[in-house]
């Protein structure tokens, strides 16, 4: 039996942007693994409430999660410099981000230590004059997706640092061609809202990151990794 869907808690369903109203109707799902496909997700538990002109957004940590991008903190080492430099983040109530050492160690093997290093060198410019977030700028998008665990992360994902996905397009592609609406898949926190893949060139994301910027997914036990945005 189809189930109702219905906002979190302490979240709303609709949403107003530039002069539409939009719905934005979160699905729980199991707690997903390296054993899922996000597609076979998306057919399980999107498909079933699907309508036309709808779009799937799915949580870029449940992408990365079904890919083996979810590392075990006990797994990781990280060298000295991961240790420095992790001191001089700037720590948020909404998430570590690279503000522990495994995370920046994880972010100098995604990215490479000489980026990390000219992002950290043009963050603390940035400071001397009053501005943030450069770093993340020049460091890019794979640095600025890592997670690492806090007091409200889903298990087992309080003891991993979480990736940014592989492919976003062509994963939002496939889910595509499974449930038959289009698809992004975005990086949606309590501070900003982006989309990390598309599953057309038509697909507004400026827009949808608008539709979604104040995270209707959640930021903990909800087990809500997608969600159907509905235009109404």
Known sequence: ???????????????AVSGN???RLPIRTHVITEVDSIADVAELYAAPHLQEGDILFISEKAVACSQKRAV?????HPRPLAVILSRFVYKTPYGIGLGIPETMEMALRECG???ILFAATVSAFGKLIGKRGWFYKIAGSKAESIDGPTPYTLPPYNECVVLSPEEPDRVAVDVLNRVGCNCVIVDVSDL?????????????ISLI???LKDNPLGQSGQQTPMGIIRKI
Do not use: C, F, H
């Not at 075990?72 to 990781?76: E, F």
């Not at 900003?192 to 507004?204: E, P, Q, R, Y």
């Open 1 to 15: 039996m189809e189930m109702k869907l219905s906002a979190n808690e302490g979240k709303e369903v609709t949403i």
């Open 21 to 23: 109203t939009y719905q």
């Open 72 to 76: 075990p903190m006990k797994d990781i």
């Open 113 to 115: 230590t000489p980026r």
């Open 192 to 204: 900003s809202s982006k989309v990390l893949g598309a599953s057309d060139s038509s697909v507004d």
């Open 209 to 211: 990151a608008k539709i």
